[in-house]
T-cell receptor, first 116, second 112 residues
């Protein structure tokens, strides 16, 4: 199936640990994103990569580090996890990531991260 | 900075009732507008989008939305809801920089 996939779907971990979430898209898109959906269901963009280059970097703690090994993958690594990091993290992709891009974003199923 | 406001956080309707979910945005430039839906336990899916042209946009599953530039609004409508429309609905706007800004979402519950 053509889609945006994320692993794992659920992640439960202790405070202070380091964890990674992986995202892959096989839609041939050149732009990928990470969003955070907090407990109030508010979705906010964290990062965006276009052709492996960081183009959007919102005010996110530097404990969060995205890595894009190629156009089809955008992984999110989180160091020293804190309670407030608990949320659902969504990956998305689109074709075109420049200043003017008229294409919709396709979302992955989300990763529910719980920090204990 | 762009922002999106969805007026109702929770809406409860009976089947066959008409639906209108409000969405207002603040951004002075050219915008692209979207409505996404998140069914229980599922990921975000695009319902409809507006880029240019006819301000009345038709989407999947009988939904439509009207872009009113003078009111900075993009309200979502459906003439007759079904139980299967129970979901959370997110309005989103994209302005300069390809950044998609979401509203807080509206939870719709349709009683059968």
């Amino acid at each position: 199936d053509t889609a945006v996939s994320q692993t794992p779907k659920y992640l439960v971990t202790q405070m202070g640990n380091d964890k990674s979430i992986k995202c892959e898209q096989n839609l041939g898109h050149d732009t990928m994103y990470w969003y955070k959906q907090d407990s109030k269901k508010f979705l906010k963009i964290m990062f965006s990569y276009n052709n492996k280059e960081l183009i959007i970097n919102e005010t996110v703690p530097n404990r969060f580090s995205p890595k894009s090994p190629d156009k089809a993958h955008l992984n999110l690594h989180i160091n020293s996890l804190e309670l407030g990091d608990s949320a659902v993290y969504f990956c998305a992709s689109s074709q075109g990531g420049g200043a003017v891009a008229y294409n919709e974003q396709f979302f992955g199923p989300g990763t529910r991260l719980t920090v204990l | 900075a762009q922002s999106v406001s969805q007026h109702n956080h929770h809406v409860i309707l009976s089947e066959a009732a008409s639906l209108e979910l409000g969405c207002n945005y603040s951004y002075g430039g050219t915008v692209n507008l979207f409505w996404y839906v998140q069914y229980p336990g599922q990921h975000l899916q695009l319902l409809l989008k507006y880029f240019s042209g006819d301000p009345l946009v038709k989407g999947i599953k009988g939904f439509e939305a009207e872009f009113i530039k003078s009111k900075f609004s993009f309200n979502l409508r459906k003439p007759s809801v079904q139980w299967s429309d129970t979901a959370e609905y997110f309005c989103a706007v994209k302005g300069y920089g390809n950044k998609l800004v979401f509203g807080a979402g509206t939870i719709l519950r349709v009683k059968s």
